[in-house]
């Protein structure tokens, strides 16, 4: 990331919007607890994305070029990437891209330990940013990009049109893209996705905190700050906040900051999109969908897209 978390918080504390990017959710321990959430029996869009994946892989796989290389934003977990990978029927490669080296090493090991003849290039690589392929990689090849998770969902609308430009123009001609999106569905739905009874969505929300604490030497306490997810109609979306229980006084790297209660500092934005709307946005960036599964619910779709 070109902003460092100094430059990003400070600007949002200045501003009344108080917007903090939310890739700085993810420190070792945010990781965790947004790997935890995954599992939660509220937050549907990880189990639901796996179980149209397990339904359909071959109906996908077989709409794929033969032998093309397998570029992976985000290297998840390989919950997806090894079903994927067994229903392609020996890929070309796997380039898993992450912004973190060390949990690019363990994703790239675990898959060269379950895949010993596939040719695997770790790639680090922010993907909020423009970014290049590794210069190695096979030519003449289709090229498969796969960006799973709903995590297009976390960027603007303009940021995400950026990115869907960017990869058609790194995967190249005769690529596919398949991509996961969350749908828009009911509040009470939604709600509880993001605000679970089991307080994990709270513990990671409040992390941020305490990272900002950690790495900018901040006062902050967490405890003045209560979670709440907030569902938006137009554009359809749930915002994370952290909202102030009472007055707080806080310091940021020698800057004083008055908050008073009921402000809130506003950590993320899930947009949940229709396939009609991501059809249109994939358009501008020289995408056509050819393809979309959902779940039964509809509450998640998986798209391939062609350049
Ligand atoms: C990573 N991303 C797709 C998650 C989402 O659903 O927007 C992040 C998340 N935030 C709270 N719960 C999960």
Known sequence: MT?????????????????????????????????AITQL?????????????????????????ERSLLVELGSGSSRKTVPLIDALHQPAGYVPLDISADYLAEAADALSA??????VHPWVADFTEAFDLPADLPEHTSRLGFFPGSTIGNLE???????????????????RFLLGIDLDKSADILIPAYDD???????????????????????????????????????????MHLVCRRAVTVHVAGERFELTAGESLHTETSRKYDIGAFT???AEAGWSVSGHWTDAEARFAVLLMHA
């Open 157 to 175: 609308t303009g940021d995400a049109r950026h990115l869907l430009q960017h990869c058609r123009g790194l995967l190249g001609q005769d690529s």
């Open 280 to 282: 249109t946005l994939a």
């Open 3 to 35: 902003d460092t978390l100094q430059h990003d918080v400070l600007a949002a504390l200045r501003d009344p919007a108080h917007r903090i990017p939310s890739a700085w959710l993810y420190d070792q321990r945010g990781s965790a607890l947004f790997e």
């Open 197 to 239: 009874p089991e307080g994990v969505t709270a513990a990671f929300n409040r992390n941020l905190l305490v990272r900002i604490n950690r790495e900018l030497g901040a006062d902050f306490d967490p405890d003045d700050f209560r979670h709440e997810a907030r569902y938006f109609e137009a554009p359809a979306r749930i915002e």
């Open 114 to 119: 379950r895949f010993p003849g596939l040719p």
């Open 41 to 65: 029996p509220s937050y549907y869009p990880t189990r639901t994305e796996i179980g149209i994946l397990e339904a359909h892989l071959p109906a996908i796989a077989a709409a794929v070029p």
